[in-house]
């Protein structure tokens, strides 16, 4: 159980073009869902959280006009790259909080953006 | 300063031999978790191991244990008998507050490369 899958997994698009993400969990209900980006040989930075039926709370540094998140359910996170620019390329990883002993977070095996 | 602290950005270890992975860390708050995760190069997070602020012993997952020393802020992962498919990314994480649906805080990993 805890599975969470994000399409697509990799998308290469032309500068200026949106791009959307979809992070869902597919076992379990996610109130809370988190969006990371990783930069090559770079750990993960959060951008944002999640919340179902809320907005999401962006990280200090991050455009919230440029990367729109809307958890539209339980199970489902979606992140829209705006106006994609070549430095918007990046490895972007979804996680969806489960409740439990650990109150763990369960990662997707996310998404490769190149924007050309 | 750096909340999560991984101050070897690579390490060798020999097929069978045991190897630690450093990680330190810097919280006020009084309760919180740490988390271990593997990164193959797929990209994927692969959780490893966790430990409460509040655990009184050390956690272990099968070939992997935490070396936690509160009063120093460190929680060290242990890895015995590698195995060729031990060669990762491994990334050393906290979340503080660990009643809510909080978000982790991530260091710049190691990586780790096991031989013959």
């Known amino acids: 159980g805890a599975v969470v899958s994000q399409h697509p997994s990799w998308v290469i698009c032309k500068s200026g073009t949106s791009v959307k993400i979809e992070c869902r969990s597919l076992?379990?209900?996610?109130?809370?869902m988190f969006w990371y980006r990783q930069f090559p040989k770079q750990s993960l930075m959060l951008m944002a959280t999640s919340n179902e039926g809320s907005k999401a709370t962006y990280e200090q540094g991050v455009e919230k006009d440029k990367f729109l998140i809307n958890h539209a359910s339980l199970t489902l996170s979606t992140l829209t790259v705006t106006s994609a620019h070549p430095e918007d390329s990046s490895f972007y990883i979804c996680?969806?909080?489960?409740?439990?002993?650990?109150?763990?977070?369960?990662f997707g095996p996310g998404t490769r953006l190149t924007v050309l | 300063a750096q909340k999560i602290t991984q101050t070897q950005p690579g390490m060798f270890v020999q097929e069978k031999e045991a190897v630690t992975l450093d990680c330190t860390y810097d919280?006020?708050?009084?309760?919180?978790?740490l988390f271990w995760y593997k990164q193959p190069s797929s990209g994927e997070m692969i959780f490893l191991i966790y430990?409460?602020?509040?655990?009184?012993q050390n956690a272990t997952e099968g070939r992997y244990s935490l070396n936690f020393q509160k009063a120093r802020k460190s929680a060290n992962l242990v890895i015995s008998a590698s195995q060729l498919g031990d060669s990762a990314m491994y990334f050393c994480?906290?979340?503080?507050?660990?009643?809510?649906?909080?978000?982790?805080?991530f260091g710049t990993g190691t990586r780790l490369q096991v031989t013959l």
């Open positions: 919280t006020s708050d009084p309760s919180y978790g």
């Open positions: 996680s969806a909080h489960r409740g439990g002993n650990y109150n763990e977070q369960f």
């Open positions: 994480a906290m979340r503080e507050n660990t009643g809510t649906a909080s978000k982790l805080t």
């Open positions: 430990q409460g602020s509040y655990d009184q």
């Open positions: 076992d379990f209900q996610a109130t809370t």
